[in-house]
């Protein structure tokens, strides 16, 4: 591909650059991949392909007798909604299982079997122990973690018939009723995700409302597995506070070894940290300047996040990360790493050392990584990246010098006490208080992906400036906050140059107030995909603040750029809480108008959330903004009613 025609497919200047320097090294990458995939099966991009049993695959058309269903009889909504609720199953069962590891390391750690780990905030695990019931009344530490992670680990098989423990004790009495009223309440993680196998499995449910449903109880565990994830990650690692760093490829310093952690599970990034630290001198006897540690995807923003470690690039630009002919070692542990950066590794000297039993890359070098033997399985590891140090090849260098500013670290917590700096009694009235005298106009947050559909950082971009424009707040996690990183959103820079009037003024408020070194950026880091927890959080207790149910909330979500099957998973549970979810890639449901109809509008009456579907960024933007809009409008309109009939709030759905 020529120059041209990369700058078309991604808006990040040193992804272009790596692009062009790939086209002419002849190496190919995804860009290259997606090409020579089209045109896409027409059967697969609208979900009427069937490939449940190897009767098939069946492909559906509709005009044709015989062919208007599968050979099993099934009909085309009955396809397109049994293969859109398996990638709930598989988002579900990749947090989940992430979050799993976490609750058995807290647990190892409280019974000292972990050693390198410790409970580093006590304070969260409290907070946490006394959101689910657990005693901590004259207990030791070590004791309630014991009781706190049994209890998580009770959430992924417990067999009564109580809703997951995580669940209940995050959402308020209203959505408690709603999933118990459509029997969408998980009562153990594991099972959900089982019994949603088994519904589509050939000949068990034909019934597509049904099936959906079963799909939003294992969408539901997914939201169990990551609340569960982040709380305990807070706790063994520490709950992030505002922090300053960097974004995009130019991160890499060519002077010295540079390691990428690629991945999810902080268990292995986080023992990298502190490994790298304590290696330092290594790397100098090695002939570098020293260790220059940076994160690709999700565990990326975990270290980001704790550790302030720069981000190189998001899922997208992850081959290009290795483009640069300046990473030493990739690092990987689960979910989203394409096992293409091998065939990067291949031209170049790095090494990629896979650590997971579950996540292996053929050719690659495994190092299995422990628990028990954490720091020294990761010091292992960039031992092995100091060594490819000095085989790097120096004429083969070229890392663009591009990369923006970054502030980080926006937990939940993280925000109230900046809200606290202004109200200490009622810290989160300072949101919702803008927004009732209509200086913000609501909230916006950005999660999910990279899609070779899209160009590559566009849409998140091009949404998150017509929406700071319009005044709305913006949060983010994910590799969409990568894309907002590495485009100066994450920082100061971008308050001046995108926020609006009444944006600008209260995030000006906040900064005079914030008692931080740095200024306070346009969009607020909350983490990694499995802290959508801590979205939730915010728009729970913004609605319990307002008192309004979250249907009534002028909160909305966007993935513009959605590809995992964990992206699914989360979009899916955060129309369940209420809120309207965009996605701007069309996922595989237009092979049936039902499906099509029970996402876009009988989620809307049934929860108040439902999906849009845009892929024109600007269309989407627009549509976001006329849902906060509207909410927001109606908001005030039932407040002054309120006040004149001295009653509450009405409290009715807005869509
Ligand atoms: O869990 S945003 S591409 S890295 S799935 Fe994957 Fe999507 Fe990135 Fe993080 Ni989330
Ligand atoms: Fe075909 Fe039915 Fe088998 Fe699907 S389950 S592949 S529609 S026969």
Not at 24 to 41: F, G, H, N, V
Not at 305 to 310: D, F, L, Q, T, V
Not at 338 to 357: E, W
Not at 409 to 418: C, M, N, P, R
Request: glycine share 8%; with cysteine; net charge neutral.
């Amino acid at each position: 591909m020529s120059t041209a025609e990369f700058e078309k497919r991604t808006v990040d200047p040193a992804a272009a650059e790596m692009l062009t320097a790939a086209g002419e090294a002849q190496i190919l990458t995804s860009w290259d991949r997606y090409k020579a995939q089209q045109p896409q099966c027409k059967f697969g991009l609208t979900g009427i392909c069937c490939r449940i049993c190897i009767q098939g695959p069946c492909r559906i058309i509709p005009s044709r007798p015989g062919q208007d269903k599968g050979i099993c009889g099934a009909s085309a909504y009955t396809i397109v909604a049994r293969n859109l609720v398996r990638y709930i199953a598989g988002g579900a069962s990749a947090h989940s299982d992430h979050g799993r590891e976490i609750a058995y390391t807290l647990l190892h750690t409280a019974e000292g079997h972990a050693k390198d780990y410790k409970i580093t905030d006590g304070k969260k695990l409290i907070q946490v122990a006394e959101k689910i019931g657990v005693a901590t009344e004259g207990r030791d530490e070590i004791e309630i973690a014991k009781d706190v992670a049994v209890k998580a680990l009770e959430d992924f098989g417990k067999y009564d018939h109580e809703p997951c423990t995580w669940l209940n004790a995050t959402i308020d009495e209203e959505r408690r009723l709603k999933f118990k009223h459509t029997n969408i309440a998980p009562t153990a993680i594991d099972r959900a995700i089982a019994q949603l196998l088994h519904q589509t499995h050939i000949g068990t449910d034909a019934d597509p409302v049904n099936i959906i449903f079963g799909g939003l109880k294992a969408a539901l565990a997914d939201y169990t597995g990551m609340s569960l994830a982040t709380d305990l990650t807070d706790v063994l690692f520490g709950t992030p506070q505002p922090v300053l760093t960097e974004a995009n490829l130019g991160v890499l310093d060519a002077e010295k070894v540079n390691v990428a952690v690629h991945g999810h599970n902080p268990l292995l990034s986080q023992m990298v940290v502190y490994a790298a630290r304590e290696l330092e001198k290594e790397a100098v006897a090695a002939g570098a300047k020293g260790i220059n540690l940076v994160g690709i995807c999700c565990t990326g923003n975990e270290v980001l996040m704790r550790e302030g470690i720069p981000t190189a690039s998001n899922f997208g630009s992850q081959e290009l990360v290795i483009m640069t002919g300046a990473l030493d070692a990739m690092i990987m542990d689960v979910q989203c790493i394409s096992p293409g950066v091998k065939d990067l590794c291949n031209c170049f000297h790095t090494m990629l050392i896979t650590t997971s039993n579950i996540s292996k890359v053929p050719g690659s070098v495994h190092i299995e990584f422990n628990e028990t033997t954490a720091m020294e399985d990761a010091k292992k590891i960039v031992k092995l990246a100091i060594a490819q140090y000095g085989k790097r090849r120096p004429e083969r260098v070229k890392i663009p010098q591009l990369k923006k500013q970054v502030v980080g670290g926006f937990s939940y917590e993280a925000l109230i006490d900046l809200f606290a700096k202004i109200n200490p009694d009622s810290p989160i009235s300072v949101l919702t208080d803008a927004i009732a005298a209509g200086e913000i106009k609501g909230v916006c947050a950005f999660a999910g992906c990279n899609n070779q559909k899209t160009i590559h950082d566009h849409a998140t971009i091009t949404i998150a400036k017509e929406l700071a424009k319009k005044d709305v707040f913006l949060v983010s996690t994910g590799c969409a906050a990568g894309a907002l990183a590495k485009a100066g959103l994450l920082s100061t820079e971008g308050v001046e140059a995108f926020a609006g009037p009444g944006l600008k003024k209260f995030i000006k408020r906040l900064e005079e107030h914030s008692g931080l070194n740095a200024g306070l950026p346009l969009v607020y880091h909350m983490g990694s995909c499995v802290d959508n927890s801590r979205v939730a959080r915010l728009w729970s207790n913004m609605a319990k603040n307002m008192n309004i149910p979250v249907p009534q909330l002028p909160f909305v979500a966007s993935a513009p750029e959605a590809m995992s099957e964990k992206s699914i998973s989360i979009g899916s549970w955060v129309i369940t809480m209420g809120i309207p979810c965009h996605v701007g890639v069309m996922p595989p449901l237009e092979g049936s108008e039902l499906v099509h109809g029970v996402t876009t509008k009988i989620a809307r009456d049934v929860f108040g959330g439902y999906f849009i579907f845009e892929t024109d960024p600007e269309k989407a933007a627009e549509k976001l903004y006329e849902r906060i809009e509207k909410r927001g409008w109606k908001l005030r309109v039932h407040k002054t009613a309120a006040e004149k009939y001295n009653s509450s709030p009405a409290r009715v759905y807005e869509g």
